[in-house]
């Protein structure tokens, strides 16, 4: 992750208004931006989560989304969260399929979230400058463990987002 990275500025169309680098985004939640998550499942229906490396700006060792990455400048959603897929957790092979799209704010940032869900059981080669540890979650361990400061906030938002998509919210 180069942290001198350029962003693209969205508005909530999906209109790009401006491109700016990424130490000037984060830390500004007025100016939205484009990140794509993957929801990795195995056939059992469990979500895989990575534990964030202490040394990341958001969420420091806390439980978080199987794939998650900023979207580059001109680049297509979809081939953004392959990338992701094959930098995170070294998966190539499952077609991402389109869930849906949201925003979700803090006092940190704003992003514009695409999330994608793949089902992908074994093979994963995380990067572990990244992640510390990944593992898969089912249902009620997550529901037990929202509120509780163990996962992220990016993720409990993404985690409720799914809920209601699968209409059990």
Request: with cysteine; aromatic share 10%.
């Amino acid at each position: 992750m180069d942290p001198e990275e350029y962003l693209e500025i969205v508005n909530d169309k999906h209109e790009v208004i401006g491109i700016q680098l990424r130490s000037e985004v984060h830390g500004n939640p007025d100016l939205m931006h484009r990140v794509v998550h993957v929801l990795v499942m195995n056939r059992d229906g469990q979500i895989l989560l990575q534990k964030r490396s202490q040394s990341k700006d958001v969420a420091p060792g806390r439980w978080d989304t199987s794939v998650g990455g900023h979207v580059g400048v001109g680049e297509d959603l979809l081939l953004s969260s392959k990338r992701e897929m094959h930098e995170e957790l070294g998966i190539t092979g499952p077609e991402p399929e389109y869930l849906y799209t949201y925003i979700h704010t803090n006092p940190y940032e704003t992003e514009l979230v695409t999330t994608y869900r793949c089902i992908c059981d074994e093979g994963f080669v995380f990067n572990r400058d990244e992640i510390d540890e990944i593992r898969f979650w089912n249902f009620d361990e997550l529901r037990e463990t929202i509120g509780e400061k163990i996962l992220s906030d990016n993720f409990e938002n993404e985690f409720r987002n799914y809920l209601a998509y699968l209409g059990l919210m």
